[in-house]
């Protein structure tokens, strides 16, 4: 099982990146892909930000990046990929994919988001950095 991320860099505020996640390794439709971010200069803690279901196509966003981050899935290419619009400082940091069995989700995540103790993968992560 492998996810690589790319399409992290540094970028201006209210400026765009696309994140790509590559899976391989597994059936993508059997599974759910998360984003996670962990801040910088804090102890390593990933925060959700957005996920996406391949069995029914459900979405999760924080609410920190609804209506600017979008998050879709390329099964042709096993590929999720995260549009990311309007960056702010905040946004900064590294930004990781993993997967979960569709079967192991809690019904709360399209609430509360993806806890990462329940995600089974990962990849290595990119950096965003967004500066003024």
């Known amino acids: 099982v492998q996810l690589v991320e790319s399409g992290g860099g540094l970028v201006q505020i209210g400026g765009s990146l696309r994140l790509s996640c590559t899976t391989s390794?597994?059936?993508?439709?059997?599974?759910?892909i998360g984003w996670f971010r962990q801040d910088p200069g804090k102890e390593r803690k990933e925060v959700s930000v957005?996920?996406?279901?391949?069995?029914?196509?459900?979405?999760y966003y924080a609410d920190a990046v609804k209506g600017r981050f979008t998050i879709s899935s390329d099964k042709t290419r096993n590929t999720v990929y995260l549009q990311m619009n309007n960056l702010k400082p905040e946004d900064t940091g590294i930004y990781t994919c993993?997967?979960?069995?569709?079967?192991?989700?809690?019904?709360?995540?399209?609430?509360?988001?993806?806890?990462?103790?329940?995600?089974?993968?990962w990849g290595d992560g990119t950096q965003v950095t967004v500066s003024a």
């Open positions: 957005s996920a996406i279901s391949h069995y029914d196509g459900a979405t």
């Open positions: 993993a997967n979960i069995w569709t079967g192991g989700l809690n019904p709360s995540w399209l609430v509360e988001g993806l806890e990462p103790g329940a995600m089974s993968f």
């Open positions: 390794g597994f059936n993508l439709e059997d599974y759910a």
